[in-house]
């Protein structure tokens, strides 16, 4: 089952393809977002993902890659690793490779966003924005969600629904 806003935040440490491990840290937003290489989804909105990061230092953004690597390759450790430098990645890229914190959160899609407050409460679940087209983008759902948040606010939108390719779950 999916998280839903109310809930509280599930603590997770990964190894991370800058060779350290990574998770929520306390007293601090964050946003986990459920991550992989070779979805076009991903692809489309990981330039957004990039502005919103660094946008907002008081976000820390943990990219999970939780797709089954025998079958997908191009979304195994090296590949990522690759990935986050060729783009410069300025949040941290995890590996779940064992898919379970992919699971404690009710991942289905890459990418999809479970936005969390200071306090460990998850405050905005789903898309980055409303189009996976750059100029069609009319609601900026993760940057108006963080940007309530750090004016001490509810986001006016909890939840969208996720678009993008499934978690590639293994057999």
């Known amino acids: 089952m999916t998280l839903q806003p ?3 935040l599930v603590p997770f440490s990964l190894p991370g393809v800058d060779g350290a491990d990574h998770g929520p840290r306390e007293g601090r937003l964050t946003a986990v ?27 820390d ?22 990935r986050a430098l060729a783009k410069d990645y300025p949040f941290a ?15 289905e899609r890459t990418p ?8 460990g409460t998850l405050r ?13 983008v009319t609601r900026q759902h993760l940057r108006d969600a963080v940007a309530a948040l750090a004016r001490g606010e509810a986001p006016e939108v909890a939840t969208t629904p996720p678009v993008g390719c499934s978690i590639k779950w293994r057999v």
Do not use: K, T
């Not at 070779?38 to 990039?50: I, N």
């Not at 999809?112 to 306090?119: I, P, Q």
């Open 112 to 119: 999809e966003v479970f936005l969390f407050d200071e306090s």
């Open 6 to 8: 109310g809930s509280a």
């Open 61 to 82: 953004v943990i990219a999970v890659a939780a797709n089954d690597a025998e079958r997908y390759p191009q979304d195994g450790f090296a590949a990522m690793r690759e």
């Open 33 to 59: 977002v459920m991550w992989c290489n070779h979805c076009p989804y991903v692809q489309a909105w990981e330039d957004r993902l990039c502005a919103i990061a660094r946008d907002h230092p008081q976000l």
């Open 93 to 107: 890229y995890v590996h779940d490779a064992s898919q379970e914190v992919a699971r404690a959160y009710g991942g």
């Open 124 to 136: 905005y679940h789903g898309a980055i924005d409303d189009s996976h087209d750059p100029a069609g």
